[in-house]
């Protein structure tokens, strides 16, 4: 099964329009023809099915018979993430963490990160591709902080969970006191880890620290060790 993407702005009158890239992946790629079914997803819970009545060089117009609406599965995961060094390792974990079911990807600078820029054009491709390999309706929101003090300022979560290698194996995740959240924060440190400091303001924030388990993980591997526990 394949899905297609296209934001609500493109939805109107009982038609979904395909444009630029996911046109042409439908029609060049995909070769999708007038008469053909088709499932589109509007990235804010909408799935649609319809008939492709129209193709054109740049877009590909779909009649809408069917189409169902949902809510983010709750609790909702979001992943606190230091800026990786290399930019195929950075899009590694994004990829991989919207797969897993993060509603939102929280990017931010810290005492250890290396890389200043961030290509936010990849990621945003990536998200969206991220969304259709995994059949879902909803597209993960990315957000790039420039220190940490801002993002933990800026981020409302019901419970904060550190994934830190400092701490006793026995730190496991305790699944039944997460039971009512509907927001939770995971956070992942980049190369490095996180600093002393770091640490220290999380606790007194309030986060649990947990352990990913003995083996010392690269920070794209610990982020998805860390959201596969939830599936």
Do not use: W
Request: charge should be negative; hydrophobic fraction near 40%; aromatic fraction near 6%.
């Amino acid at each position: 099964m394949n899905i297609f993407y296209a934001p609500p702005s493109q939805i109107n009158n009982g038609f979904a329009e395909l444009l630029d890239q996911e046109a042409i992946h439908a029609s060049k790629v995909m070769r999708v023809r007038e008469g053909d079914s088709l499932t589109v997803v509007d990235g804010e819970g909408g799935r649609y099915q319809g008939i492709v009545r129209r193709i054109t060089k740049k877009s590909v117009q779909v009649e809408i018979n069917h189409e169902q609406h949902s809510s983010r599965p709750k609790p909702q995961f979001m992943l606190g993430m230091g800026i990786i060094k290399k930019r195929d390792r950075l899009e590694f974990a994004v990829e991989k963490a919207i797969e897993l079911g993060a509603a939102q990807i929280c990017l931010f600078r810290s005492e250890h990160t290396i890389k200043e820029n961030v290509r936010m054009d990849r990621l945003k491709s990536i998200a969206v591709s991220s969304m259709k390999q995994s059949l879902q309706s909803h597209l993960c929101d990315i957000e790039v902080y420039h220190s940490l003090e801002v993002m933990m300022e800026t981020i409302s979560a019901d419970n904060i969970m550190v994934a830190h290698e400092k701490v006793d194996e026995s730190n496991d995740i305790d699944y039944q006191s997460l039971s009512a959240a509907e927001k939770i924060l995971l956070l992942v440190g980049p190369e490095g880890g996180f600093s002393d400091n770091e640490i220290d303001a999380f606790i007194d924030k309030g986060a649990d620290l947990v352990s990913l388990g003995t083996n010392r993980l690269r920070a794209e591997t610990a982020a998805v060790a860390f959201l596969s526990q939830f599936l």
